[in-house]
């Protein structure tokens, strides 16, 4: 009686970890199947780098400052100010 509790733990412990990791309907040893992983939506508009940090931000809802014809954009407020800052400086 103790190995079949101990088998039905260990098999519900593996079902837990395969779970975890993704697999949780695993077909014929294993194999996943094509629909399992789905492909994440593209951005939708466009993007600018950040000339503060670099990182880059949707430009629908960026931080911007325009400077003359040029626009630029910011992820934050706070490194939209640290531009000013800088930019003041020099």
């Known amino acids: 009686m103790d190995l079949v509790f101990l088998i039905g733990v ?3 412990l593996s ?25 994440a939506d593209p951005a939708k508009g466009r993007t600018a780098r950040d000339p503060v940090c670099g990182m880059f931000v949707s430009t629908e809802v960026s931080h911007q400052l325009v400077r003359g014809n040029e626009t630029l954009h910011f992820c934050s ?13 020099a």
């Open 10 to 12: 260990v098999w519900t």
């Open 15 to 39: 079902r837990s970890v395969r779970s975890l990791l993704g697999r949780s309907k695993p077909g014929f040893r294993g194999a996943r199947s094509s629909n399992s992983r789905r492909k």
């Open 77 to 89: 407020q706070a490194c939209l100010e640290q531009y000013e800052k800088k930019t003041a400086k």
